[in-house]
Nanobody, 113 residues
Framework: QVHLVESGGGLVQPGGSLRLSCAAS????????MGWYRQAPGNQRELVATITSGGSTNYADSVKGRFTISRDNANVRLQMNSLKPEDTAVYYC?????????WGQGTQVTVSS
């Protein structure tokens, strides 16, 4: 089992920045992919960014150039710059280990003036 704890969400004005962090604990060896997803009210959960154990990254088109994902052992972070109101959502951390997916509880990000 892998347990995930997210932090760093909050309220920010348009154009501002936030940094999300996710710490994995439990059986954390051989974690292949770590990533961030988000879900806005009335929408399906969508991919934001992922990073593999080899460092390969993948970003949603809507966040390219604004968000940066990084990873350090069992921790994954999402630096979010130039935030827009449409980035408002609950952000979830997900890790994949041997084909099994584990999700965090989510952290709210609200972009509003």
């Amino acid at each position: 089992q892998v347990h995930l704890v997210e932090s760093g969400g909050g309220l920010v004005q348009p154009g501002g920045s936030l940094r999300l962090s996710c710490a994995a604990s439990g059986t954390i060896s051989d974690i292949y992919r770590m990533g961030w997803y988000r879900q806005a009210p009335g929408n399906q959960r969508e991919l934001v960014a992922t990073i593999t154990s080899g460092g390969s990254t993948n970003y949603a088109d809507s966040v390219k150039g604004r968000f940066t994902i990084s990873r350090d052992n069992a921790n994954v972070r999402l630096q979010m710059n130039s935030l827009k109101p449409e980035d408002t959502a609950v952000y979830y951390c997900k890790v994949t280990r041997w084909g099994d997916d584990y999700w965090g509880q989510g952290t709210q990000v609200t972009v509003s003036s």
